[in-house]
């Protein structure tokens, strides 16, 4: 299923350098430009990180017939575009960077413009959306009578994320969740500013996002408060919820909102809830901002570029599947990693176009372990064996067994160790329902965790 980011486009263009010296004309810093890169930026930002991470992603927006306009167009190559015309010049925002610090930014053509008109192209491809992110830059188009129609009857069917913007238009109802910082959701609930780690006092991020949640009749508010993570606040739980955040060193916090808007909208397609969903993004924000935010980012333009495969193991298998690929699921504790997993895993991927692990939690593993199980917790386990080459996602469950897990993610090929050959799996009949098959690969019983634990204790 295809996600829709609706809103403004914008080209962006970075003049990055070096300072090390001031002018002699004024005390500023005087900056040698060493590279010039134009992306795209805003609404064009959101389609293209999802591109990037091989989510079937369209576009709609309004484009310039201008310089601007045929430079954005270029800079979002890869991303399937449904644009109408706009009688405006593009907006063009440019950032001078000293290393990885902004120094100053310049903005042209950026101011409001009147509501622009939608084709029926453009509603047409909203309509089909599995899920859908509205990037409001205050350009007018979420204002949009006809698409804010569109969007307030898909709202009770399909995921809305909302990004909004102090000049744009408010959320229609209904949507799943808004997405403003503590400064614009001040803005928008006309209280001033306060204090992010404050989330208890009255001007604090929970009781604006209350003031706003009834405002915007949403179902959800996700109120970013920088460093300190954020808050969200929903219909079904009046309580604040913080949602922290890893610290990382920032030098520009460029396109965070994005990259949280983004991820949200893709595990909120994917079936998790909007708690879950939340924690998920917040962390994938911190680590786009860690590995140095939109500077990361891939030139669409450049020769060879890799293009990454999301690791979302439902809308994995569902992208295998369009693309009419095999997808193979395995399963276990993998509780400490060892040669025998890393063979078994090699051969399992070996069968089909994609592997998925289905890992059992930490509650699920104590259970069927024992209480000094498991040894690793279960985010570093899935760690691990997402950095195997042959694994290409993880599927972490509750249960003591795999059923539900398999019964959402449907493999055409569920496969077990070797110890299981020659008895029929405890999970054939469930896999074949749907027509997939259960497999054996080779067992390596010298192999195992509880040999290398035992051994481990030995020498500690």
Same mark, same amino acid.
């Given at each position: 299923?295809?996600?829709?980011?609706?809103?403004?486009?914008?080209?962006?263009?970075?003049?990055?350098?070096?300072?090390?010296?001031?002018?002699?004309?004024? &005390?500023?810093?005087?900056?040698?430009?060493?590279?010039?890169?134009?992306?795209?930026?805003?609404?064009?930002?959101?389609?293209?990180?999802?591109?990037?991470?091989?989510?079937?992603?369209?576009?709609?927006?309004?484009?310039?017939?201008?310089?601007?306009?045929?430079?954005?167009?270029?800079?979002?190559?890869?991303?399937?575009?449904?644009?109408?015309?706009?009688?405006?010049?593009?907006?063009?925002?440019?950032?001078?960077?000293?290393?990885?610090?902004?120094?100053?930014?310049?903005?042209?053509?950026?101011?409001?413009?009147?509501?622009?008109?939608?084709?029926?192209?453009?509603?047409?491809?909203?309509?089909?959306?599995?899920?859908?992110?509205?990037?409001?830059?205050?350009?007018?188009?979420?204002?949009?009578?006809?698409?804010?129609?569109?969007?307030?009857?898909?709202?009770?069917?399909?995921?809305?994320?909302?990004?909004?913007?102090?000049?744009?238009?408010?959320?229609?109802?209904?949507?799943?969740?808004?997405?403003?910082?503590?400064?614009?959701?001040?803005?928008?609930?006309?209280?001033?500013?306060?204090?992010?780690?404050?989330?208890?006092?009255?001007?604090?991020?929970?009781?604006?996002?209350?003031?706003?949640?009834?405002?915007?009749?949403?179902?959800?508010?996700?109120?970013?408060?920088?460093?300190?993570?954020?808050?969200?606040?929903?219909?079904?739980?009046?309580?604040?919820?913080?949602?922290?955040?890893?610290?990382?060193?920032?030098?520009? &916090?460029?396109?965070?909102?994005?990259?949280?808007?983004?991820?949200?909208?893709?595990?909120?397609?994917?079936?998790?809830?909007?708690?879950?969903?939340?924690?998920?993004?917040?962390?994938?924000?911190?680590?786009?901002?860690?590995?140095?935010?939109?500077?990361?980012?891939?030139?669409?333009?450049?020769?060879?570029?890799?293009?990454?495969?999301?690791?979302?193991?439902?809308?994995?298998?569902?992208?295998?599947?369009?693309?009419?690929?095999?997808?193979?699921?395995?399963?276990?504790?993998?509780?400490?990693?060892?040669?025998?997993?890393?063979?078994?895993?090699?051969?399992?991927?070996?069968?089909?176009?994609?592997?998925?692990?289905?890992?059992?939690?930490?509650?699920?593993?104590?259970?069927?372990?024992?209480?000094?199980?498991?040894?690793?917790?279960?985010?570093?386990?899935?760690?691990?064996?997402?950095?195997?080459?042959?694994?290409?996602?993880?599927?972490?469950?509750?249960?003591?067994?795999?059923?539900?897990?398999?019964?959402?993610?449907?493999?055409?090929?569920?496969?077990?160790?070797?110890?299981?050959?020659?008895?029929?799996?405890?999970?054939?009949?469930?896999?074949?329902?749907?027509?997939?098959?259960?497999?054996?690969?080779?067992?390596?019983?010298?192999?195992?965790?509880?040999?290398?634990?035992?051994?481990?204790?030995?020498?500690?």
């Amino acid at each position: 299923m295809r996600i829709v980011v609706v809103g403004d486009a914008i080209l962006d263009v970075d003049l990055s350098g070096e300072a090390t010296r001031l002018s002699p004309d004024a &005390p500023v810093p005087v900056v040698d430009v060493s590279g010039i890169r134009r992306r795209a930026g805003g609404a064009g930002l959101v389609a293209r990180m999802l591109a990037e991470d091989g989510w079937p992603v369209t576009l709609v927006t309004v484009l310039a017939d201008d310089d601007a306009g045929r430079q954005l167009e270029a800079a979002l190559a890869g991303v399937r575009l449904v644009a109408g015309p706009s009688s405006f010049p593009s907006p063009v925002k440019t950032r001078v960077r000293a290393g990885s610090h902004p120094v100053v930014r310049f903005d042209q053509g950026c101011g409001p413009t009147p509501v622009p008109e939608v084709t029926p192209a453009m509603l047409r491809a909203v309509e089909k959306a599995g899920a859908i992110i509205v990037a409001d830059y205050g350009r007018g188009l979420a204002a949009n009578a006809q698409l804010r129609e569109l969007l307030t009857r898909l709202a009770d069917d399909v995921p809305i994320v909302w990004d909004p913007h102090p000049s744009g238009a408010p959320p229609v109802p209904g949507v799943a969740v808004v997405t403003p910082n503590l400064s614009e959701a001040h803005k928008a609930a006309g209280s001033g500013t306060a204090a992010p780690g404050n989330m208890a006092s009255s001007n604090g991020a929970g009781d604006v996002a209350g003031v706003l949640l009834d405002q915007w009749r949403s179902r959800a508010v996700l109120v970013t408060t920088g460093e300190h993570g954020a808050v969200l606040l929903t219909r079904r739980d009046p309580t604040p919820q913080l949602v922290p955040v890893p610290r990382v060193e920032v030098g520009d &916090p460029c396109g965070a909102g994005d990259r949280l808007a983004a991820s949200l909208a893709v595990h909120l397609l994917a079936g998790r809830d909007l708690q879950d969903a939340s924690v998920l993004a917040v962390h994938e924000a911190a680590d786009f901002l860690a590995a140095g935010g939109v500077a990361s980012l891939p030139d669409p333009s450049a020769p060879g570029k890799a293009r990454h495969r999301t690791t979302e193991p439902l809308l994995l298998a569902r992208s295998v599947r369009e693309n009419g690929g095999t997808v193979v699921a395995t399963g276990g504790c993998f509780d400490l990693l060892h040669a025998g997993h890393v063979r078994s895993l090699a051969a399992a991927r070996e069968l089909g176009d994609c592997l998925i692990v289905c890992l059992n939690s930490d509650a699920s593993a104590h259970r069927l372990k024992g209480e000094q199980r498991p040894i690793m917790g279960q985010q570093d386990r899935a760690e691990l064996l997402l950095a195997l080459e042959c694994v290409d996602a993880v599927m972490i469950f509750d249960e003591d067994t795999p059923e539900a897990a398999l019964d959402r993610l449907r493999p055409d090929i569920w496969v077990k160790g070797g110890d299981y050959k020659g008895a029929r799996l405890p999970e054939a009949e469930l896999v074949e329902s749907w027509g997939g098959r259960c497999v054996t690969v080779p067992y390596h019983p010298a192999r195992s965790t509880t040999l290398l634990a035992d051994a481990l204790a030995k020498v500690s």
